[in-house]
Structure formats: C-alpha cells, structure tokens
C-alpha cells in the first residue's frame, strides 16, 4: 500500500470514529442556527442597554455607516460615540473571551480526559493574577495600558512552563502528574498573590481584586488585537484537530492504533490553550467557570462530536459572556459587578443542575 493510500485510509477510519459518537445532524443544525439568532439578539440588546438607552434602528444605522460608509438617516453624534468607541469594543471583548475560554476548555477535557478539566487547570490564572499584581504593586501601570497584560502573560507562562516540567514522568507527559502540578503550582501562585494583595495599599488592593475577578471596563479597539489574534489562531487549530481529539476521548491506546500521538499532540494544545487563556486574563482578568461550564452545555445539545462541538462553543460562550457582562453593567448601575461572581453564581448551581439531571 503506497502512503498515500494509508494516509487516506488513517483519516477515514478516524472519521468514522467520530461518526459513531452520539450525534445528531438534524439536531444540530437546529441548535446552531437558534444559537446564531440567539447571539445576534444578544449583540443587539448590550448595545442598545446602558447608561443611555439607544434604539435598535439607530443602532444598525451607525453599524452600518461605520462598516460601509453609507448613511441612512441621521443619528445623534453622542449616540455614534457610545456605540462604536465604548459598547463595541466592549462587546468583542465578552465574545473573544467566552469563546476563547469556552473552546479551550472542551479542549483541555479531551486531552486529558477529564470532565473537570478547564483552561485554568494548569495555572495560567494563578500565574496571571501573581503577575499583575507585581506590576499594580510596584506602580507600573500609569502611563502604558500594556504593563500589567504583560506582568500577567509573564506570569501565565512561568506558571505553564513549571507545570509543564514538573507533569513530566521519563520525558513523557503523565496525565495525573499535570494535574497534580497544576493544583500545586496554583496554590503556590495563589498564595503569593494573597502576600502581594496583603501588603497593597487600599488603591493598589482595589484595583487587585477587581482585576483578579474579572472585567472589560477597559476595553479598546487597541487591545483588542491580542485576543483575536489568540482566540483565532486558537479555534483555527482546534478545529483542526478535531478528528484527533476524537480519537484522544478513545484513550490513549485506540489514539494510537488511528495514528494520533497523544504526547505530542497534548504538549502542542497545552501551549496553544495557555496562549489563547493567558492572552484572555492578561487583559481583561480572571473570569472563571466559562470554559468548565460551556463544553458540557454543548456536548449535552449536540453529543461528542469534536467537529461540532468546538463551533457550538464559540457561538455559545461567546453569548454567555454578553449576558453575564450585560448582568455586571446593568443590574446594579452605576455600580458595576466584577464578571466572575456573575459567571460563578450563575454556572455553579446551573453546573450542579446538570450533574443531578445527567448522570
């Protein structure tokens, strides 16, 4: 057999593994398309809600001027400034966010197998949130937005690396060890942070916990090229994978039969989710539960299909996270609600919801 007929014959068989995973076609068109109209309504009302209430025509009006340079009717000015330079950058912002940390966790839980698994697992938060704090502590951030993103993927990435070195078992990557590093490396950045936020001044405390739980007050058109870039690339690449992350949900031995190595491709994804939720905390905080929460979501609408399950993610985390900033923004104006105890108190009970009802 020449090896291009055995390559060929490698992918079918991979290909049909998927196929017989619970899946059901008609089912999921439905649940994409709902999901579709459900985020466009969801993109509208964040828009339109706020301090100042703008109407959906006016809306699509400035959309419409700003992406093609037609105008149709007129609009107040104010109007054009809250929704493009304020909401809009804001509303990206959310999407990148929960669909960068919603596809990095289903990833996580194929790679590893394990329902519980999240992109936080291998402690790029714990690391993030100890390198922004240096750099709030130390007083760098007036003058350059960048300093504390950058404090925070710093420390993201030494977290990954000593995870990564200590989850090594004779130059392979052990599962169980990963784990245990990660839960280790997590307290140790964890409590590091608490040392850090401790000594703070009540300014620098303030703005400590804020960023630990999550927020996009800051965000700008500027800053958001780093998560789409991410995020991108990220969901790009799962979903090229996604025939061998059905293979991976196999366990490691049938991988291997259908041509897939689980240690190369698990150190290869273990960076690439790193990147995509590092780049994520840098920016706009810790915002926990996403990437545990979605995945299952998902998979419980549409089955286990990896080729469909990383789509349903990005729609719907991506929708999840408008609502629960729509929730930090309006329902306690003016006073504005840090985004991880929205996604917390909503996705713990909507979790253990879940796991009474499938067991």
Known sequence: MSKQQSYSKKEWTIAEVADSLHVYDQQWRWAIGIAGVLLFISVMISLSSGSVTIAFTDILRILLYKFTSLKIGNWEMTHQKIIWSIRFPRILAGLLTGAGLSIAGATMQAILRNPLASPYLLGVSSGASLGASLMILLGLTVGAWFIVPLGAFGGAMLALSMVLLMGQNNHRLSTERLILAGVAISALFG???SFVLYISPDKGMREIIFWTLGSFQSASWEK???PFVGVSLGAV???LKSNALNAMLMGEETAYTLGVNPVKLRKQLFVVVSIVAGGIVALYG???????MIP???RLIIGNDYRKILTGCLIVGGTFMLWADWAARILFSPLEIPLGIIT???GAPFFLWLMGKVR
């Open 191 to 193: 409590a590091m942070t």
């Open 224 to 226: 958001l090229i780093v």
């Open 344 to 346: 917390s108190l909503v």
């Open 237 to 239: 690449l799962f979903i």
């Open 296 to 298: 299952h979501i998902v």
């Open 286 to 292: 810790v915002v926990g539960f996403v990437g545990l």
